[in-house]
Structures are given as structure tokens and as C-alpha cells.
Nanobody, 112 residues
Framework: VQLQASGGGLVQTGDSLRVSCAVS????????VAWFRQAPGKEREFAAR????????SYADAVKGRFTISRDSAKNTVYLQMNGLKPDDTAVYYC??????WGQGTLVTVSS
């Protein structure tokens, strides 16, 4: 299984941005695909997760109500729609399938 994250960039406070995670290889219906993020000097933290089989989702408190995770099964792609971005959201965003397959990360920078 390989994951390719994309869509990061530089935005201003309050802006929206959507990052994508293209998943290739054999995807088991039992997999969950998650987004994690790692801010400069901090540990990687969980942001959102979606179960591939039924689309059920969960979010970290820090992003709940602002971020939405979704998937397009036909394209094998998971999205993270980020609204109301804040400088604290600045991080490298990584996607992960199951608990062992990681993408390379995409940088999101939110200026104040």
C-alpha cells in the first residue's frame, strides 16, 4: 500500500484548504485512513480518521467542527477539508492507512 499526500500550501488565517491522500495498492475494507499532523518542534498528533468500509469518521477536539474528512472510493482518495484555518494549524500533514502505511506529508502554513 502506498499513499501520496498533496494539496498543502500557504494560506491566511480564516482561509480554507483541502489536502488529498491518494491510496494505491490493496485496500482492505477493514482499513481506516487517518490524517495526522506535526507542527514544528512538536510530536505528530492525530487529526481525523475515516473507516474505508462505511465512511464513519472521528476527529481530534482541536479540529472538530472545522475539518471534514471524506473519501472517494472510485478514486481511492481521502480528503481533508480544512476551514477556518488558524496559525496553530500550521504543520506537515501526513496520511496513514491502517496502522502501518504512511504517506510523505504535505506542508500547510497558515499566516496570521
Amino acid at each position: 500500500v502506498q499513499l501520496q499526500a498533496s494539496g498543502g500550501g500557504l494560506v491566511q488565517t480564516g482561509d480554507s484548504l483541502r489536502v488529498s491522500c491518494a491510496v494505491s495498492g490493496r485496500i482492505l475494507s477493514s482499513y481506516a485512513v487517518a490524517w495526522f499532523r506535526q507542527a514544528p518542534g512538536k510530536e505528530r498528533e492525530f487529526a481525523a480518521r475515516i473507516r474505508w468500509s462505511d465512511g464513519s469518521t472521528s476527529y481530534a477536539d482541536a479540529v472538530k467542527g472545522r475539518f471534514t474528512i471524506s473519501r472517494d472510493s472510485a478514486k481511492n482518495t481521502v480528503y481533508l477539508q480544512m476551514n477556518g484555518l488558524k496559525p496553530d494549524d500550521t504543520a506537515v500533514y501526513y496520511c496513514r492507512a491502517s496502522t502501518e502505511y504512511w504517506g510523505q506529508g504535505t506542508l500547510v502554513t497558515v499566516s496570521s
